[in-house]
């Protein structure tokens, strides 16, 4: 099936407060002649997004960059042989996410897109997870522009990266803009955003639209603001659907931070949006023909990385195996560093944690406030895999604890939404994956539901909005748990749970178990029973 698309007439806009002539210092890339009219030009974009550190296979031999190499290069030859040319693209948040890359600042990973030929990518929220050197550190190693428009620096008011970026495809003249979610202050450390400002990606791309009419024949924006369906993005602030209904003029959105897996591209005012969920699970390829001003998009699809059960597996591609591999080494070896130590044992084993409430659990729920500044949290006793002994305690001891690699979330939620929630969880039965562990709670637990809930010492306040910190499994109603990950207040900080584990350890210790015994949860209910 074909879908056709046709460009609008330039929109005139309102200037912004943006340094406007810095957009013309961007250079073309040339790959051959001059524009024909009569010519059929053959237009391939693949793209990626939310990588977040996974440069390596998964321990299901799943995903990686030595597979994504070799599916890459074999779409690019069939390209190439029909007379086309191929764009790969990403959506960003290359950082954050596994420890072997997060300890070696993601330089395995941008040294891995560096090989797969990424022509650019957007900068994502999580590019701002470190420090400002080593954001440009990255970018220096990079063989591919950053862009963002809307980053704008304050210092001397022009963007921090570049805007966009020019390619001619044998006359074909495309441009590439970035964009990055203006909500990036509010999930970053404040330092590592210190001295920016994070502009409305869509008043900038507004401002833009008519130089890149002038300059380009097909316009792309690689954004990283996130897809949510019909524009309802809640109190996040506004994504690409906005953007496409708000911008006239541009062809494709290349999207993440969502990181939804759109298996089909969500045709928005004339604007395809595309996004291929995270780390590398898929590429997301669309197959466009540009012919007399019309643009066709002919063929889309998401490709999935050897996924479990896949019919046939993609090989590993040698040259990037050789190229990786050593950070896989060092990276393993990273993760046997201490961390700490503790006085007593952190209670974490299966016939414990799914029981009673334990230290380890209180160290853990705990450890996700003091990372959030959320009023209260609440961990699933199935996910705690393991104790931790007296004495050191290393990296690798919180990747035990912690194996899954889910990430932190937080969620706002009116003191009626609390009451419900927590109704549900107190209840959950022991001997479950499901019995849950709580810091910031007090409440009393009874057969026919909760009783006196206290949050952070005090009775709930009908005109408080209270923040929740939990992980991503739960959030998204693992274990039977509410699904809260539609509520307009949730976020997924992105920080892996080990990670947080570990930083809490460091900065707290040594580790007094005694400070963590369990208390302000009475259970009055007779222990049921559940399964698993």
């Known amino acids: 099936m074909a879908f056709k698309l046709s460009k609008p007439a330039p929109l005139t806009v309102a200037a912004i407060a943006v340094m406007v002539s810095a957009y013309s210092l961007i250079p073309e890339k040339q790959t051959g002649t001059t524009f024909d009219p009569d010519t059929t030009y053959q237009l391939t974009v693949l793209h990626t997004n939310d990588h977040h550190g996974r440069f390596w296979h998964d321990s299901k031999d799943q995903f990686g960059m030595a597979a994504r190499m070799t599916l890459i290069e074999e779409i690019r030859k069939e390209v190439s042989e029909e ?73 001397s008011g022009e963007p921090l990266f570049a805007p966009y970026t020019m390619f001619n495809l044998d006359g074909l003249r495309v441009a590439v803009m ?12 404040p330092e590592n955003v210190q001295g920016l400002t994070f502009a409305s990606p869509i008043e900038v791309a507004r401002e833009i639209m ?5 300059q380009a024949d097909v316009i792309i924006a690689s954004t990283h603001m996130g897809h949510y369906p019909n524009g309802n993005h809640g109190v996040k602030a506004p994504g690409d659907v906005t953007l496409a209904r708000t911008v006239n003029g541009i062809d494709l959105i290349v999207g993440g931070h969502s990181q939804d897996p ?121 996910g705690i895999r393991a104790s931790i002994n007296a004495g050191e305690i290393t990296y690798k001891d919180a990747l035990i604890v912690f194996p899954f690699g ?24 022991a001997n479950s994956g499901a019995f849950a562990h709580f810091s910031g709670v007090e409440m009393v637990i009874t057969a026919s539901g909760i009783e006196h809930v206290r949050i952070g010492g005090k009775p709930l306040d009908r005109n408080k909005t209270y923040k929740m910190a ?44 005694a400070d963590y015994e369990p208390k302000g949860v009475e259970r009055q209910t007779s222990i049921s029973f559940g399964s698993g």
């Open 178 to 189: 970035g964009l990055t979610t203006d909500d990036t202050p509010k999930t970053s450390n």
């Open 83 to 155: 007379g086309g040319h191929v764009l790969l693209l990403s959506g960003g948040d290359i950082n954050t996410g596994v420890p072997e890359s997060d300890l070696q600042d993601a330089i395995p990973d941008f040294k891995g897109m560096n090989m797969l030929g990424y022509d650019a990518m957007a900068v994502g929220n999580h590019e701002f997870d470190n420090p400002r050197d080593i954001l440009m550190m990255q970018e220096e190693l990079a063989k591919f522009p950053f862009l963002s428009a809307n980053i704008i620096d304050q210092e």
């Open 262 to 382: 759109l298996f089909e591209p969500d045709l928005q005012n004339d604007t395809w949006i595309v996004q291929a969920h995270e780390w590398g699970k898929y590429v997301g390829r669309a197959d466009f023909v540009y012919q007399q001003g019309d643009l066709e998009l002919i063929n889309y699809q998401l490709i999935p990385v050897n996924h479990k059960g896949s019919e046939t597996r993609i090989p590993y591609h040698e040259a990037m195996m050789r190229l990786l591999s050593p950070y896989q080494e060092a990276g393993a070896k990273l993760v046997d560093v201490k961390i700490g130590s503790v006085d007593q044992r952190l209670m974490g084993e299966r016939n414990e944690v799914r029981f009673q409430p334990t230290n380890l659990g209180t160290l853990l729920t705990r450890a996700f406030m003091d990372k959030t500044g959320a009023d209260f949290s609440v961990t699933n006793g199935g």
């Open 470 to 513: 939990t992980l991503s499994f739960s959030a998204r109603g693992g274990d039977r748990y509410p699904d809260v990950s539609s509520y307009p207040g949730f976020v997924d900080t992105g920080f892996l749970d080990a990670e947080v584990i570990r930083e809490y350890i460091e900065k707290n210790s040594p580790i007094n178990v």
């Open 406 to 429: 889910y990430t932190l979330t937080t969620v706002e939620m009116s003191a009626q939404q609390v009451l419900d929630y927590l109704e549900v969880v107190g209840q959950m039965p």
């Open 210 to 214: 008519p130089k890149l009419e002038e």
